[in-house]
């Protein structure tokens, strides 16, 4: 009885070791506190295509004000600005749904779309995300997806768009290789607020 437990012990051992699969996505038990009370509502895949059905979801959608009180109250979390027709951000969601789901997060979304928002609360939310906006013409830009990572009110980490090798114009969709590598962007980000 020993002999055969050694034996298929060895077996799983090697046949771990021989495995040409990639080493799954840790995840994580770590936890942190947002001190915001946001007021949260279900963030649906129905326009976003690249999203597997039935899948978990650990996006919640919070309104424009919301998203500066993360600011202004020293709230702590990663707060996702895109919208549903942003080629992009139907390739980005399902990545950072995905990175929040194997650290046991929430991810904040803000459809720039969804609200009328005002002069006062757009300047007010380049002012706070001036330091990592793009600059056009000597102006701070708002791209999307900006995927940010706020601690206590501050900016900690952010990342724009998808991964460098992803070309738009001639892939539909990013190869294996290049979700692990956002989604692992993502990871690190998450690991901020920690």
Not at 79 to 96: F, H
Not at 144 to 150: C, G, S, T
Request: glycine residues 6%.
């Amino acid at each position: 009885m020993k002999k055969t437990i050694a034996v298929l012990l060895s077996l799983v051992l090697l046949w771990g070791c021989a495995s040409n699969e990639k080493a799954p996505i840790q995840t994580s038990s770590a936890t942190y506190e947002n001190s915001v009370e946001l007021t949260t509502s279900e963030f649906t895949t129905d326009d976003y295509a690249f999203f597997e059905d039935g899948v978990d979801i650990a996006i919640e959608k919070i309104s424009f004000d919301d998203a500066l009180r993360m600011f202004d109250e020293n709230g702590t979390g990663i707060v996702v600005w895109g919208y549903a027709n942003c080629p992009y951000c139907q390739r980005a969601l399902p990545v950072l749904n995905d990175a929040a789901l194997s650290q046991g997060v929430p991810v904040y979304y803000v459809d720039i779309y969804a609200e009328e928002i005002s002069d006062e609360q757009f300047n007010a939310l380049i002012e706070k995300l001036e330091a990592i906006l793009t600059t056009v013409d000597g102006e701070p830009t708002m791209y999307v997806p900006e995927v940010v990572a706020i601690k206590d009110g501050k900016i900690v980490g952010n990342h724009l768009s998808l991964v460098d090798s992803f070309d738009g114009s001639k892939q539909n969709e990013m190869t294996e290789d290049q979700k692990t590598e956002l989604q692992n962007i993502y990871i690190d980000l998450i690991k901020k607020l920690y």
